[in-house]
Nanobody
């Protein structure tokens, strides 16, 4: 089983960019669908983006389409989230999630492996 560890969060001004990374230990990373979720204070954890085991299919939440890009490098056991044109409403803790599957899922309950999260704060 993989164990994801997120990095790359921080403080950025509105309109800026950040790239989050999720490094996953384990030799079976390429068998996992990977996803990013986020949770703002007082709100439920919500789907951001997901990618299949081979990167062939990607899905995005409507709120981030055209601004965020999910990608993966199976040789490095890493998935990325490039975030551009950031808005204050993107402020949240961002979590990396994994599931051993060839399919793609976008619901929080479909993922059974989670990282600890990384804070992203966008100032106005």
């Amino acid at each position: 089983q993989v164990q994801p560890v997120e990095s790359g969060g921080g403080l950025v001004q509105a309109g800026g960019s950040l790239r989050l990374s999720c490094a996953a230990s384990g030799r079976t990373f390429s068998s996992y669908a990977m996803a990013w979720f986020r949770q703002a204070p007082g709100k439920e954890r919500e789907f951001v983006a997901a990618i299949t085991w081979n990167g062939g299919t990607r899905r995005y939440a409507d709120s981030v389409k055209g601004r965020f890009t999910i990608s993966r490098d199976n040789a490095k056991n890493t998935v990325y989230l490039q975030m551009n044109s950031l808005k204050p409403e993107d402020t949240a803790v961002y979590y990396c999630a994994a599931r051993a599957t060839m399919a793609l899922y976008i619901h929080r309950t479909d993922y059974n492996v989670w990282g600890q999260g990384t804070q992203v704060t966008v100032s106005s």
